[in-house]
């Protein structure tokens, strides 16, 4: 083989005589010229032939070492070349004996012409043996490659039923509160992981040297296999959440699989049967990502029962169920790829005003960040999938304007004991009561102080945007966990809103998230002006404080929900042992502090100016 040839470039004529020189050489010399290259960049050696061979035509040598030239364009640049010098060497020879002996036999002329006609079909020959044997080489090489990495690969498919039982027994671990046995495991399958990822490195490290040897789309079984590994080392990335290494893995697939046949393993459409309680919903779809394939707005899907083998990309949707006599039911899904998926949503005969209905459903709940991140700085459990059951929630946080319509109907001595209130490192939140029956709002930052009574707007220096706001409809805050839950109470009991209750964090993640795990309600990322954080009024000190609910429509979560990130953190309770919890992030704090995901846990009695709460509901 051509040293060319052995670094993986393509077959040449020049190539095929470096083979045929070879040949030569044995068949005068006796034995196999060599050392065989062990590195393909470095010139073979090869005893000259008339060294090997003393007392050969000289000529003749020469031509075999320039078929043996390391470099091709050193040698005859084709095989109608090659068969000219070695006809001249042989007219040569036979003047010369001409000329020396005495005067031979003279040939009949239909073997002299026979001889001639004979040198190109020996010559092709030689070169399709030539050909024969690089293809021969080549399915060698390719099958030795494949060989050498199906022992990796099988390790590989071992270790994904390990690391998949280890995941789902961490997070059936972290679901219920046994987090120092749930990390344990989850570092168990991460380790594994690493290992995977490492052996279906080098297999692909084989796969792409023998690609290299044997030549690009040469050998179907070997282009094959390795656009199958790539396709599973992408499914890991997917799963070990690694957006850069699938990337770049998705264009290497490309390069392997021109034809797309295996990466539209990737796109595979799913097919969605969908039903609703009752019948008859008009079921409009909406991507929240862009999509191949799909438009970005919302279109008609159909009318429930939809069974007709409709079919959708994968990616992140939301389906509005809509019929003339219920309100819409927004439905987010996050869909894989092929295979089917089935629901059945329940539309409700009635929902409150200010509240949104959440059906039962799946999502993506905790944190996707690189473990250093997740541990440490966010301090909560791996990203994993959940699922709740329906309730309600308000679309608002509750207001100054409820909590004083509360205040007013409990007795005099628990109305000062609920009365908002709170300091902290930011300065102090609270209402102030006036004799008149009235309240005063104050807000008081760094030397700063905003007084306001009922009926006078809040005006806000250092502010362009929203510097005068009507306080009343801003989110309460300075509220304890324990006020939170006699708000709650008070509402269900007095038939204002029945099983009103706080929301839990599952539940509130849920309605802030949709199906797809985002870190803040409407995507990836938060601009300045999505909400109310430390950068939305420039970070100037006068500027910072509250916002009227509702003022970010451009952070409303899948579900519709109103000002989940920043503005206020949020009274929650904790799915498992019901103690205080909170989410959200504040006016006075970043943007990562307002990812979703971001939870800390509180103590019943705590009043601080950033949290405040929402409303959740059981539904019957």
């Not at 040939?107 to 026979?114: G, K």
């Not at 007095?494 to 802030?512: F, H, S, V």
């Not at 989940?564 to 919890?581: I, K």
Request: hydrophobic content about 40%.
């Amino acid at each position: 083989m051509a040293p060319e040839v052995w670094r993986g470039e393509p077959a040449t004529a020049r190539s095929d005589l470096f083979s045929l020189g070879v040949l030569l050489h044995e068949l005068c010399g006796g034995l196999t010229p060599g050392p065989l290259a062990d590195a393909p960049l470095e010139p073979r050696t090869f005893t000259p032939l008339d060294r090997v061979v003393p007392g050969i035509d000289p000529a003749f040598a020469s031509v075999v070492m320039r078929c043996l030239a390391h470099e091709p364009s050193e040698r005859f640049d084709s095989a109608e070349a090659l068969r000219e010098a070695l006809e001249s060497i042989a007219a040569r020879r036979s003047a010369t004996l001409g000329h020396a002996a005495a005067p031979a036999r003279v040939r009949p002329r239909w073997l002299r012409v026979t001889r001639v006609v004979a040198l190109p079909f020996l010559a092709a020959a030689l070169l399709l043996g030539g050909n024969w044997y690089g293809e021969r080489s080549r399915r060698l090489d390719a099958e030795q490659a494949l060989a050498s990495v199906a022992p990796l690969l099988d390790e590989g498919r071992v270790l994904e039923s390990r690391i998949e039982a280890l995941r789902a027994e961490a997070f059936t671990a972290f679901d219920s509160d046994r987090v120092p046995i749930a990390e344990d495991t989850w570092s168990q399958a991460l380790a594994l992981g690493v290992k995977q990822a490492r052996r279906y490195e080098e297999a692909t490290a084989i796969l792409d040297t023998a690609r290299m040897r044997v030549g690009a789309g040469r050998s179907d079984p070997l282009e094959q296999r390795l656009a199958d590994l790539l396709l599973q080392r992408i499914l890991v990335a997917e799963r070990d959440r690694k957006p850069e290494a699938r990337a770049a893995l998705l264009q290497r697939l490309d390069e392997v699989d021109p034809s797309g046949v295996t990466s539209h393993k990737l796109t595979a459409p799913v097919r969605v049967d969908l039903d609703s309680d009752p019948p008859g919903a008009v079921v409009q779809v909406e991507s929240l990502e862009p999509i191949t394939g799909e438009p970005p707005g919302p279109w008609t899907f159909g009318t429930t029962p939809i069974t007709s083998g409709l079919t959708l990309s994968p990616g992140s949707y939301r389906l509005t169920f809509t019929r003339p006599d219920r309100p819409p039911v927004r439905y987010p899904v996050l869909l894989g790829r092929g295979g089917v998926f089935q629901a059945r949503v329940v539309l409700p005969k009635h929902v409150p005003d200010g509240y949104v209905y959440v059906p039962p459903g799946r999502f993506l709940y905790g944190s996707g960040d690189d473990e250093s991140i997740r541990r440490t700085v966010v301090r909560t459990r791996p990203l994993h999938p959940l699922t709740t059951g329906a309730f309600l929630i308000a679309r608002h946080e509750v207001t100054y304007a409820d909590w004083l319509t509360w205040l007013r109907a409990l007795p005099t001595a628990e109305r000062a004991a609920r009365r908002p209130r709170g300091t902290n490192y930011f300065g102090t939140i609270e209402l102030l009561p006036n004799p008149d029956d009235t309240w005063t709002f104050h807000l008081e930052h760094e030397g700063v102080a905003y007084h306001a009574r009922e009926g006078e707007p809040l005006r806000y220096q250092d502010r362009q945007l929203r510097a005068e706001q009507d306080w009343r409809r801003f989110p309460v805050s300075g509220i304890s966990w324990e006020d939170a839950r006699a708000y709650v109470a008070w509402l269900d009991a007095t038939g204002r809103l029945p099983r009103a209750r706080l929301c839990t964090e599952r539940e509130w993640e849920r309605a802030a998230r949709g199906a797809d795990g985002r870190d803040y309600p409407h995507g990836p990322t938060l601009a300045p002006d999505d909400a109310n954080f430390d950068a939305t009024y420039g970070r100037k000190p006068r500027a910072f404080g509250p916002d009227a609910v509702g003022s970010h429509p451009r952070s409303d979560s899948p579900f519709g929900v109103a000002d989940q990130s920043g503005n206020v953190w949020e009274w929650l309770v904790t799915d498992t042992a019901g103690t205080p919890a909170y989410g959200g992030g504040s006016f006075y704090q970043d943007a990562l502090t307002a990812r979703v995901l971001n939870h800390g846990d509180g103590e019943p009695r705590t009043r601080f100016p950033f949290i405040g709460m929402r409303v959740c509901a059981s539904v019957p």
